[in-house]
């Protein structure tokens, strides 16, 4: 089993920054895809992107260019930053491995093996 925790939500200014962290604990798989998520109310849960053991990265295009994937091994911890936030940006934010297997150019969140709670991203004008 995978614990997943997610941590660095809150609330922001239109153009402004937030860092998100998911810690990962327990069973530490050789090869994983560590993804992020995103759900507004009254939508589908999205893919934002993903970082995989290889360090490949997977960006929605609605990101791009404002968001930045990253991981630390030795921590266990993968990253989000997020810049230049926008009101579209509001959501519910989960992160979630996908075990055994490589980051897909499509981030499919059925595909996902373990989740963590969400954490709050609110960006208002």
């Known amino acids: 089993q995978v614990q997943l925790v997610e941590s660095g939500g809150g609330s922001v200014e239109v153009g402004g920054s937030l860092r998100l962290s998911c810690a990962a604990s327990?069973?530490?798989?050789?090869?994983?895809?560590m993804g992020w998520f995103r759900q507004a109310p009254g939508k589908e849960r999205e893919g934002v992107a993903a970082?995989?053991?290889?360090?490949?990265?997977r960006y929605a295009d609605s990101v791009k260019g404002r968001f930045t994937i990253s991981q630390s091994n030795a921590e266990n911890t993968a990253y989000l930053q997020m810049n230049s936030l926008k009101p579209e940006d509001t959501a519910m934010y989960y992160c979630?491995?996908?075990?055994?297997?490589?980051?897909?150019?499509?981030?499919?969140?059925?595909?996902?093996?373990?989740w963590g709670q969400g954490t709050q991203v609110t960006v208002s004008s």
């Open positions: 970082i995989g053991r290889d360090g490949v990265t």
């Open positions: 979630a491995e996908m075990v055994w297997q490589l980051c897909p150019s499509q981030l499919v969140h059925s595909n996902f093996d373990y």
């Open positions: 327990g069973y530490t798989p050789g090869i994983y895809c």
